[in-house]
């Protein structure tokens, strides 16, 4: 692989680093008696408010029609995707230093099946809160369900729902789409000049 197809892989290993320190995804809630909004940011390791008590207050609503406490000590994947992101930084890198095609395809396909899996749980996650309704609830609408949006916008009562990419996960976008252009350099290179592997950098 080129130089330039091994910096694009340097470049978006690192950039996925910023999702230990960037919130991955966000839900808001906006209703005439919430006018300023509530809102819920997600992550790499951790579930919180957008301002201090949005957590609290969307429990508190979520008690009145059932749903389930969002306690992020209890979310399993909080403890597993710090552990799957680091690996997949490390393999970056190392298939940066390798500077073999095939190694970096795997490494690609690893980052597409992680990204969906990881959409496909949080939907899962926001369906079993939204379906699975204590009986005991205050308030009971038959056939009412509240799942949050996977992405854009929803009405949910008289709440707006929406749920977007944070600046983490943004981030994330980021690195993939330099994952895609690198393939892209990577599959154009003639294949007799594929052989080598030149440094990443020249004296």
């Known amino acids: 692989m080129t130089r330039t197809v091994r910096w694009l892989i340097v470049v978006a290993s690192l950039l996925m680093s910023a999702a230990y320190v960037l919130p991955l995804w966000r839900i808001s809630l906006i209703a005439p008696q919430y006018p300023e909004g509530l809102g819920m940011r997600i992550r790499i390791n951790d579930v919180t408010g957008v301002k201090e008590n949005d957590l609290e207050s969307i429990n508190g609503l979520n008690h009145y029609i059932g749903m389930k406490r969002i306690e992020p000590d209890a979310i399993p994947e909080l403890k597993v995707m710090p552990l799957i992101l680091g690996a997949l930084i ?114």
């Open 90 to 203: 490390a393999a970056g890198l190392g298939v940066a230093a390798l500077g073999r095609r095939v190694p970096f395809v795997a490494w690609a396909a690893t980052l597409v099946a992680a990204c969906v899996g990881g959409l496909y749980d949080y939907w899962k996650w926001g369906y079993d809160y939204g379906h699975n309704l204590s009986e005991d609830a205050i308030i009971k609408i038959p056939g009412m369900s509240y799942q949050p949006p996977l992405i854009g916008p929803k009405q949910l009562l008289n709440f707006t729902a929406t749920s977007w990419p944070d600046s983490g996960g943004v981030a994330l976008v980021v690195a993939g789409l330099l994952v895609a252009v690198a393939l892209v350099l990577a599959f154009r290179r003639p294949r007799h000049l594929a052989g080598g592997a030149p440094p990443l950098a020249t004296s």
